[in-house]
């Protein structure tokens, strides 16, 4: 009876050592699923499961790929030493996450559409929402290493720090959980329960039920890289001494009792470094006799060390067996201490030293972390007041304390988490009086955060109710509505003008203008006969003395430009102008001008003219190219537009959106569309009016039509989910028979 696993394929493609593996689910295409892996080579190589070489490889990371993880409809997740995490959709990069400042160890894309997770050796973890990063979670004191999901609204992290946090997709978080001694490099959850495993630097696989540590398996070698939980709840763990091991409940999968005797083995004897503190403070002159060992231990996993022949050993308590198991021999502890080696790791931070102190016979005993840097009576005060102790013991434990650590000099200040006010260790959130775990009211407002899908604002099913009049929605007889809205082919302009009014405006506005500012009345003139010539009133073409005055007078100050920016606006969708601003030679100066007026806390009315200005950019070939060549920065710029709430804005950046689109679905760039999908995603969350929303729908429907590319990674970004809402809108129909020509490609 073979209970293990066999060699089905050694696969290989990378230059270098492989950092991460994941399944990639089955699709209609590949029925058996696919295997991604990251290495040290900078690529990610995809395996099909019956061949050793690779179906194709994805190029584009700059350093190691440590991190993967696959989401639904075939997007990949990735992470890297080279501080990005990449979304991939088969073999094309969408886009990428940039916002971490150090490596990112570990990504995980939520089962909520379009919601992905990344951690990083910055100590920060961040929720990214199409491709934008919406919250940072700090509280982790060194690199996070895990992330692992445990419901739409909860995921764990484990860090350097050697705890493993409990956090809401809100920002709070719920809980710290403390048990190894060192480094926690992995973390995996039971299925269907909160339980979880953990493993780390500290040679040990731990269990956690309810919240408790409650099995703690050592192995017989200092790093366990990685862990995962089975379908069926065994657990397999990989260590730094290349073996894979799995552990079980189950009596019918357990290995034989030559095996577990072979393991046993083994594990005593692993020669254990007291360096590493993995068994807290040793020192062999106080140990105990084997006769120690007679004793039971009181809790599953606890620890015993005895002297035996001046060989110092270790052994952890079995409560399923009911005896004390050889763990390994340390080696290096001829009295050497904790002291003299090295730091102690208490509660995810190191110290000089840790003391245990027992107060009374009967009573629990109290750990005393302490540096050499800190002051012996305040580190006694805090002491006391943390375990709630009386206050008369203070010149005792400080006394203890001084005795203690005679003769230590300071060696090193490098203790960065000792507070230097107080003396104290760390804050943990969720551990002061103050702290509430109740999901918070808005600091602002007071009232509980807007929960997207919560109920008091839910938006009515789609069939149903108009969410405006609260009545049925009319639905016609003729439900073959024809699909003329998408995909479009041509630009949207704006193009309504008072050429009069804008003269007028301009003329005030000159009066209030500094000298150096100032046009004469040939300026005006001329501009006159450039908005005439443009808005079809006379056969002129635009000349260049013309081009030359506008471009003075939408080099204005900020408060007067307005109608100047406006007659530009008008102007470029005149061929020769399009061809003159937008051409090689002075395009640069063009958009830096444009862009410059799209910051959010510029006059709206610059902000509305130099969206519109860039939507009629489109109408030319010279404009299109320009558009498309600045396309990053122009979209980064524009959507910072989203904040406000003036609809006029909203509609402007809808139809940039839409014009984008166009052009996008043309050439179609996946790259492009990626960028589009998370402006579309982005600003529909804000945006209310009608006709913003449907332009927007509009450019979602262009740049999803005829490309199963794009449908994918719109299904992984959630936008199905994001506009249903709008398929039941009564007024205007267009929003609603849009809106279901759309849901029907998705």
Not at 299 to 310: E, F, S, W
Not at 463 to 473: K, R
Request: glycine share 8%.
């Amino acid at each position: 009876l073979n209970r293990g696993f066999t060699e089905m394929h050694c696969m290989s493609g990378h230059s270098n050592f492989v950092s991460c593996v994941c399944i990639i689910p089955p699709s209609d295409l590949y029925p058996r699923g696919l295997i991604a892996t990251g290495g040290n080579d900078h690529n990610i190589c995809i395996f099909t499961v019956d061949n050793p070489a690779p179906l194709y490889v994805l190029k584009g990371h700059k350093n190691t790929v440590c991190s993967l993880s696959s989401g639904k409809f075939g997007t990949l997740l990735s992470g890297s030493w080279d501080t990005t995490a990449k979304v991939w959709l088969n073999d094309r990069c969408m886009m990428t996450l940039q916002g971490h400042t150090a490596a990112i160890w570990a990504v995980k894309i939520l089962p909520e559409q379009g919601l992905m997770l990344t951690g990083s050796a910055d100590k920060t973890i961040k929720l990214w929402k199409a491709g934008r990063c919406e919250r940072t979670f700090t509280g982790h004191e060194d690199c996070v290493r895990g992330l692992a999901i445990l419901s739409e609204m909860e995921f764990l992290s484990c860090a350097n720090d050697a705890s493993v946090r409990r956090w809401q997709i809100s920002g709070e978080c719920l809980q710290v959980y403390y048990g190894h001694t060192n480094y926690i490099y992995s973390i995996s959850v039971f299925p269907q329960c909160k339980d979880f495993v953990t493993t780390g630097e500290d040679r040990s696989l731990r269990i956690w039920k309810q919240g408790q540590c409650a099995q703690t398996i050592r192995l017989p070698a200092q790093s366990v890289w990685c862990c995962c939980v089975l379908d069926n709840g065994d657990i397999v763990v990989g260590a730094s001494d290349g073996i894979i091991r799995v552990f079980t409940e189950s009596l019918e999968r357990t290995a034989s009792a030559e095996e577990i005797q072979a393991f046993e083995n083994e594990l005593s004897q692993a020669s254990i470094d007291p360096k590493t503190g993995d068994l807290g403070d040793i020192n062999a002159d106080d140990l105990p006799g084997r006769e120690h060992l007679k004793e039971p231990g009181t809790r599953d996993g606890q620890t015993r060390l005895i002297k035996d022949n001046g060989k110092v050993e270790a052994y952890q308590w079995s409560v399923s067996e009911g005896r004390w198991i050889k763990i390994g021999d340390v080696v290096g502890s001829s009295g050497a201490t904790q002291q003299t080696s090295g730091k102690v790791l208490f509660e995810g931070k190191e110290y000089d030293y840790v003391f245990t102190i027992d107060v009374n016979e009967s009573g629990p005993s109290y750990k005393l972390p302490y540096n050499i840097t800190d002051d012996p009576w305040l580190t006694a005060y805090n002491f006391l007041q943390k375990n709630d102790l009386n206050p008369m013991f203070l010149d005792q434990v400080a006394k203890f304390i001084m005795d203690n650590t005679k003769g230590q000099t300071l060696l090193s200040t490098s203790d960065q988490f000792s507070d230097p006010f107080t003396g104290a260790g760390r804050y943990v959130p969720g551990s002061s009086s103050g702290s509430s775990t109740i999901p918070a009211a808005d600091p602002f407002t007071g009232a509980g955060r807007y929960v997207p899908g919560s109920a008091s604002n839910a938006v009515a099913p789609v069939s149903g109710v108009d969410p405006y009049t609260g009545m049925g929605a009319y639905q016609s007889a003729a439900a073959k509505v024809e699909n003329i809205y998408f995909p479009k082919k041509d630009a949207v302009t704006f193009d309504q003008a008072n050429p009069t009014q804008i003269l007028g405006k301009l003329k005030e506005l000159n009066g209030s203008a500094t000298e150096e500012h100032k046009l004469t009345e040939d300026d005006l003139i001329i501009l006159e006969k450039l908005l005439s010539a443009t808005c079809n009133t006379s056969a002129e073409t635009p000349t260049a003395q013309q081009l030359e005055t506008l471009w003075r007078a939408v080099n204005w100050p900020e408060d007067i430009v307005f109608p100047a920016l406006d007659i530009l606006r008008l102007s470029v969708r005149h061929p020769t102008v399009n061809e003159n601003f937008c051409s090689e030679k002075d395009h640069v100066q063009f958009i830096i001008l444009l862009l410059k007026f799209l910051n959010p806390k510029g006059k709206q009315a610059n902000q509305l003219l130099a969206l519109r200005a860039l939507c009629n950019c489109f109408v030319s070939q010279a404009g299109q190219k320009l558009m498309m060549e600045q396309r990053d920065e122009i979209m980064t710029q524009a959507i910072e537009m989203k904040s406000g709430n003036n609809k006029n804005i909203h509609i402007a950046l809808a139809t940039l959106t839409l014009n984008y689109a166009v052009c996008l679905h043309k050439v179609n760039n996946i790259e492009g569309k990626a960028q589009c999908l998370s402006v579309i995603s982005t600003v529909m969350e804000v945006v209310h009016d009608l006709e913003a929303i449907f332009r927007l729908l509009v450019a979602l429907g262009t740049l999803i039509s005829d490309d199963t590319n794009a449908v994918q990674l719109a299904k992984s970004l959630g936008v199905d989910s994001q506009i249903k809402k709008y398929a039941s809108v009564s007024e205007p129909a267009k929003v609603n028979e849009c809106c279901r020509f759309v849901l029907n490609l998705l």
